[in-house]
């Protein structure tokens, strides 16, 4: 009995041990050697002007900034009128990437009590994003959305709600 309870409380703590730095939503507050570091120029050749990998999640684009893996960012812009809804393509250190690293893009829009609303997305003009339109959005707060697309022939899909980020 004994021993039972000691292997429960090590899988425990192993386990939020484990989980600890993945759910962390504060930064450590630098020290003075670091911010002084954080000043100094980045050294030559430095990638992204020195850019850390998921050091900015901020919409470049007034959406909501998601990850798929370790190496990609995606931004969904939603738009209540649903005239243009897109989705952009950055990598680790948010360097933007072509509309084209992904295939089959596509939204469905699940609105209360109506039929969802299937809308497929194609490249824009300039090839920087995935663009669809589709029917107005009148409950954005009861709606949800379906984002699919494939990377490498690998098909991904996520459920979000109906958020319009800062347009």
């Not at 020195?50 to 909501?64: K, Y």
């Not at 209360?112 to 029917?135: F, Y």
């Given at each position: 009995?004994?021993?039972?309870?000691?292997?429960?409380?090590?899988?425990?703590?192993?386990?939020?041990?484990?989980?600890?730095?993945a759910?962390?939503?504060?930064?450590?507050?630098?020290?003075?050697?670091?911010?002084?570091?954080?000043?100094?120029?980045?050294?030559?050749?430095?990638?992204?002007?020195?850019?850390?990998?998921?050091?900015?999640?901020?919409?470049?684009?007034g959406?909501?900034?998601?990850?798929?893996?370790?190496?990609?960012?995606?931004?969904?812009?939603?738009?209540?009128?649903?005239?243009?809804?897109?989705?952009?393509?950055?990598?680790?250190?948010?360097?933007?990437?072509?509309?084209?690293?992904?295939?089959?893009?596509?939204?469905?829009?699940?609105?209360?009590?109506?039929?969802?609303?299937?809308?497929?997305?194609?490249?824009?003009?300039?090839?920087?994003?995935?663009?669809?339109?589709?029917?107005?959005?009148?409950?954005?707060?009861?709606?949800?959305?379906?984002?699919s697309?494939?990377?490498?022939?690998?098909?991904?899909?996520?459920?979000?709600?109906?958020?319009?980020?800062?347009?």
């Amino acid at each position: 009995m004994i021993t039972l309870r000691l292997v429960l409380i090590a899988v425990s703590a192993v386990v939020a041990l484990t989980a600890w730095p993945a759910c962390r939503q504060t930064q450590p507050v630098p020290s003075a050697v670091a911010q002084a570091a954080s000043m100094a120029p980045p050294p030559a050749g430095a990638v992204g002007g020195g850019a850390i990998p998921h050091g900015d999640h901020n919409p470049h684009h007034g959406g909501v900034v998601m990850m798929k893996g370790d190496d990609l960012h995606y931004e969904v812009v939603l738009d209540r009128t649903g005239r243009a809804y897109h989705v952009y393509f950055t990598d680790a250190v948010r360097e933007d990437l072509p509309a084209s690293i992904a295939s089959d893009g596509a939204l469905i829009v699940h609105r209360p009590g109506a039929t969802e609303e299937r809308i497929a997305l194609q490249i824009d003009d300039e090839g920087e994003s995935w663009v669809g339109s589709g029917r107005p959005v009148e409950a954005p707060e009861a709606t949800t959305v379906r984002l699919s697309f494939a990377i490498r022939h690998e098909p991904y899909w996520i459920d979000l709600p109906f958020m319009t980020g800062q347009r």
